[in-house]
């Protein structure tokens, strides 16, 4: 019952943002790889006591091979947990890199998670 009381629903949903001066046809931003497993973070149990939920976004470096090159926290969901577990579960995922003249290019890209509690 406690975990199906406290089930989280985990939402992610890329932000886009490109400078309109960088903005081509062949030019894409970073995006997860769908194709590729990535593991839903765990809730943390500290935020599961204390009804925590909120949403995080998280800047990612992606490098031309699709691996997180360095990450930082763009807004807090206003808990430290929350931030924590989402960037270290994102950090393990693989992305799409973006494309810069049709040729695969580091950029950094952002990620909000929406943690719930069901």
Same mark, same amino acid.
């Given at each position: 019952m406690f975990k199906s009381m406290y089930l989280s629903t985990l939402f992610v949903s890329l932000l886009t943002m490109l400078a309109a001066n960088q903005a081509? &046809? @062949?030019d %894409?931003? &970073? =995006?997860?790889?769908?194709k590729a497993p990535c +593991?839903?973070? @765990?809730?943390?149990? &500290? %935020?599961l006591v204390n009804e925590e939920k909120g949403t995080v976004t998280l800047g990612f470096l992606i490098a031309v091979d699709g691996h997180v090159v360095? %990450?930082?926290i +763009?807004? =807090?969901s206003g808990f430290k947990n929350l931030d !924590?577990? &989402?960037m270290n579960s994102l950090n393990l995922?693989?992305? !799409?890199?973006?494309t810069k003249d049709g040729k695969p290019d580091q950029a950094w890209t952002k990620v909000e998670y929406t943690w719930k509690l069901d």
């Open positions: 081509m &046809a @062949a %894409s931003v &970073a =995006t997860l790889d769908a +593991e839903k973070p @765990a809730y943390p149990r &500290a %935020s360095e %990450s930082k +763009e807004k =807090t !924590k577990a &989402a995922c693989k992305f !799409k890199p973006a």
